[in-house]
């Protein structure tokens, strides 16, 4: 079982940063791949990013591709997402997503835990 709180969301103007974290409890940190993933409005939730268990490996979206950065810390059992030059379209909630055994995945029904979620607003 693994348990998982986002934070660092918050309001943002256009063109900011924002860094989102997301603590893990259990032992077995380490034995997961992780993402996020985000919600916005009235719309189906979005593959944002994953990362494999060791952090060797990492996915992400197009649309997020050369803004946002994934990354771990399996001593502190914390996954991290990087938001750099935010724009408008990247308001929605994110959460982070636990996947055990595997190294990733863009697909929300192949991951097994799920934190409450953050939000990201960002003004224009």
């Known amino acids: 079982q693994v348990q998982l709180v986002e934070s660092g969301g918050g309001l943002v103007q256009a063109g900011g940063s924002l860094r989102l974290s997301c603590a893990a409890s259990?032992?077995?940190?380490?034995?997961?791949?992780m993402g996020w993933f985000r919600q916005a409005p009235g719309k189906e939730r979005k593959f944002v990013a994953a990362?494999?268990?060791?952090?060797?490996?990492?996915y992400y979206a197009d649309f997020v591709k050369g803004r946002f950065t994934i990354s771990r810390d399996n001593a502190k059992n914390t996954v991290y997402l990087q938001m750099n030059n935010l724009e408008p379209e990247d308001t929605a909630v994110y959460y982070c997503?636990?996947?055990?055994?595997?190294?990733?995945?863009?697909?929300?029904?192949?991951?097994?835990?799920w934190g409450q979620g953050t939000q990201v607003t960002v003004s224009s």
């Open positions: 259990g032992r077995t940190f380490s034995s997961y791949a």
């Open positions: 997503a636990a996947q055990f055994g595997r190294v990733g995945s863009y697909h929300d029904y192949e991951y097994d835990y």
């Open positions: 990362i494999s268990w060791s952090g060797g490996i990492t």
